[in-house]
């Protein structure tokens, strides 16, 4: 099992992971072309994508979604609350299909675990995603902390973890006072001392990979993040990986 990013950051984001011959775009954020030249970096075709997974309908995780998914005829899941809020972008696809934030379910060799997260958006959901024998959890977009995402990432090999800010650099940035209330609220985005502070609650003996993602470039560093992650696990911070904007991430294994 392996997993790479094509992207991450407010521009648009994408993750692969992969079983064999399975695997799975969790978001597609970037238009089709770019889509395809990122996916290229990593060896990958878009005919070798078994699904796609939507967290939720904000534009940077799933405007590619429709015209990359209709091209290349690959399938797309996403919550019940998520296509409601975007029927119309999927009118004339056969292949989209709906799932409660609670429903786990498969992909071929992969077993998909949702769950809900405070954001702002319908219904919107991270992923646990499985081969049997190792976990990946994926936490982006999420405002606070709750016991039920503690619960579902508890005990991951792989995390791949939201630092989207500093607070310091948030509150003296240049940002409109509304969206910094946004940024920061209860369905914004994690700082990096709350994505910390999840480490510390959560059962981390089989992590073998932490990679930071969905970095603001305006009110964070991945200095400033690797600092905070390392300081809960109480590892080295060349140990922590970052996931940035322009080339996301290579492969990990597990």
């Known amino acids: 099992m392996r997993f790479a990013s094509l992207g991450s950051g407010s521009d648009g984001n994408g993750l692969v992971v992969e079983a064999g ?39 940077d995780h799933i405007c590619g979604v429709p015209a990359f998914a209709a091209r290349y005829g690959i399938p797309v899941w996403a919550t019940f609350g998520t296509l409601a809020e975007v029927s119309v972008r999927f009118e004339g696809m056969t292949q989209v299909y709906g799932f409660d934030s609670h429903d786990r379910f498969a992909i071929d060799a992969l077993e998909i675990t949702p769950f809900a997260v405070p954001h702002d958006a319908r219904e919107p ?12 959890g994926v936490l982006t977009d999420i405002g606070m902390s709750t016991k039920h995402v503690e619960a579902s990432l508890s005990g991951c090999d792989a995390l ?61 560093t991945p200095e400033l993040a690797r600092n905070a992650l390392a300081s809960a696990l109480g590892c080295s911070q060349e140990w922590i990986g970052i996931a940035d904007q322009a080339a996301g991430f290579g492969w990990r294994g597990l």
């Open 21 to 59: 011959d399975t695997r799975v775009l969790i978001d597609c954020g970037f238009g089709v072309k770019d889509t395809v030249l990122r996916l290229a970096r990593l060896g990958l075709e878009p005919s070798s994508l078994t699904a796609i997974l939507v967290t939720h309908e904000h534009a």
């Open 160 to 220: 791949v973890l939201e630092c989207n800010h500093d607070l310091e650099m948030l509150a003296h940035g240049d940002y409109p006072y509304p969206l910094k209330q946004r940024i920061a609220g209860r369905f914004g985005h994690l700082h990096n001392e709350a994505a910390a502070a999840i480490l510390a609650r959560i059962d981390t003996s089989r992590l073998t990979h932490i990679v930071a993602a969905h970095l603001s470039r305006e009110n964070n």
């Open 125 to 136: 959901v991270q992923y646990v995603v499985s081969d049997g024998d190792h976990r990946i």
